[in-house]
């Protein structure tokens, strides 16, 4: 069987709808990008640049960090669908700019990284037919060991108590736990962890707070009761198993390049 390339970041858009899926990652199809996920990718760009320059043992410039968000999130690189209100392109941009100044300043200096976007091209599973690909955003080291950090936006990634949502991440958490295991030739040794970042308007409930979510590498291989999910999505990405979900979150035109053609979707 031809082996089928999944990214890290898509693996939840197959389970969620494999309809969707195949028609963007194999078919080709595409709409153009939300501004709620070219602000997450500035933040992430940003952050990075922070982090990576700590780690290279450089003494790290908020302001050339904030400086690379602003540029991420004006220069995305894809079509971006247009709003409506340019002054919520500006308000997104200065959100962007000052989610990152706050994780600088506030969250990166109590952590110790061991890696800062690391993953690996191609980690073949060639019992499933299936090629891994993606990108960790960070490594984190302890006295404890080593374990992946995730990094994840949006106005809800961390509520008014101050706790980060973790539910429906194991999966994702767990392929980029097997990237970097790859890239650095070490296991994992700590719970991965997701590192929630709100983008509110208002900076001061521009929250930031962590999460740990154990166990992700076994939802993925499974065990003699349960099949992993890595078995399951092998078959849907090969074709084996088609269905759509007119339920999902993303069963919109905004999101969908099928949808209104979507045999499903009735």
């Keep these: 069987m031809e082996p089928v390339q999944i990214r890290a970041s898509s693996l939840a858009s197959l389970l969620d709808c494999p309809a969707r899926w195949l028609a963007i990652h194999r078919d080709g199809k595409r709409v153009p990008t939300s501004q709620k996920a070219v602000l997450g990718r500035a933040v992430h760009a940003g952050t990075a640049h922070f982090d990576a320059e ?55 200096p109590k952590v110790e990284y061991a890696a800062v976007e690391i993953g690996v091209d191609a980690l073949h599973l060639t019992d499933l037919a299936v090629v891994l690909s993606g990108t960790t955003d960070r490594v984190r080291r302890t006295e404890d060991g080593i374990g992946v950090t995730d990094i994840k936006t949006g106005k809800t990634a961390v509520d008014a108590r101050g706790a980060v949502s973790t539910k429906g991440h194991a999966v994702q958490l767990g392929v980029y736990t097997l990237l970097a295991e790859a890239a650095m030739n070490a296991r994992m040794t700590l719970d991965a962890q997701i590192v929630g970042l709100q983008t509110n308007i ?46 999902s979150m993303m069963c919109s035109a905004t999101y969908c390049p099928i949808y209104n053609s979507c045999f499903f979707r009735r």
């Design 202 to 247: 208002t900076p001061d409930k521009q929250r930031i707070a962590s999460a740990e979510v154990p166990g992700v590498r076994d939802v993925l291989i499974g065990d003699a009761d349960q099949p992993g999910v890595l078995s399951v999505a092998a078959r849907l990405a090969h074709g084996e198993l088609t269905f759509g979900n007119p339920r």
């Design 54 to 108: 700590r780690l290279a043992g450089n003494v790290p410039s908020v302001a050339a960090a904030t400086d690379c968000a602003v540029e991420a999130f004006e220069n995305p690189g894809e079509d971006v669908a247009a709003e409506e209100d340019d002054g919520k392109t500006e308000q997104a941009k200065g959100i962007a700019a000052s989610l990152t100044e706050r994780y600088c300043n506030l969250y990166a």
